[in-house]
């Protein structure tokens, strides 16, 4: 069953240093979004991404942050100057479609198995 | 403000007993509704969902939920737990206008 591979599975930085995080969406999925959640809290939406552009972004997503998709199959979270309350597990995930468009299922989210930032 | 509400925090059960997990929503609209489970460890994982037609949707692993359109609810239901359901579970809706929006979760600790 295809997958969404994300890197590194844990990172441990200093506050103030950048951060990449690197996602390897479904082949055929064109929407790509990144999702948290901080221990013991609830999974939040940050982005989504369709077309070289962000179609969503949350609250939480403010100048720190930015996604690009550098090379047409890697998707990669950025934070500029990490803060200590960055950390957390950050989900990649794909869809074939978006919204409550398309067939029936294909806006299904499949997400990787996360990558986990610790700031100290 | 347009949310996903899941009641239950924690909720501890032997096995074979039933369980009922709550997930209310305030989006108004077409809304297609989502129960994910993340184990200890792993990522999250599709249980169920449902997009349109009959309202009580079936799941891997014999969970099923109910949608209730006056309620604004989408209830996950299994009627004997066993111990190796132990994981936190997520309710989720998808609009026409937001992407998926997850609920706090809750975790479920079944005893063997």
């Known amino acids: 069953e295809p997958e969404v591979t994300q890197t590194p599975s844990h990172q441990v930085t200093q506050m103030g240093q950048e951060v990449i995080l690197r996602c390897v969406p479904i082949s055929n999925h064109l929407y790509f979004y990144w999702y948290r959640q901080i221990l013991g809290q609830k999974v939040e939406f940050l982005v989504s991404f369709y077309n070289n552009e962000i179609s969503e972004k949350s609250e939480i997503f403010d100048d720190q942050f930015s996604v690009e998709r550098p090379d047409g199959s890697n998707f990669t979270l950025k934070i500029r100057s990490t803060k200590l309350e960055d950390s957390a597990m950050y989900f990649c995930?794909?869809?074939?479609?978006?919204?409550?468009?398309?067939?029936?299922?294909?806006?299904?989210?499949?997400f990787g198995a996360g990558s986990r930032l610790t700031v100290l | 403000a347009q949310s996903v509400s899941q009641h239950n925090h924690h909720v501890i059960l032997s096995e074979a007993a039933s369980l009922e997990l709550g997930c209310n929503y305030s989006y108004g609209g077409t809304v297609n509704l989502f129960w994910y489970v993340q184990y200890p460890g792993q990522h999250l994982q599709l249980l169920l969902k449902?997009?349109?037609?009959?309202?009580l949707v079936k799941g891997i692993k014999g969970f099923e939920a109910e949608f209730i359109k006056s309620k604004f609810s989408f209830n996950l239901r299994k009627p004997s737990v066993q111990w190796s359901d132990t994981a936190e579970y997520f309710c989720a809706v998808t609009t026409n206008n937001n992407d998926m929006r997850f609920g706090a979760g809750t975790r479920l600790t079944v005893k063997p």
């Open positions: 995930a794909s869809s074939s479609q978006r919204g409550l468009r398309g067939l029936s299922g294909a806006n299904v989210l499949t």
């Open positions: 449902y997009f349109s037609g009959d309202p």
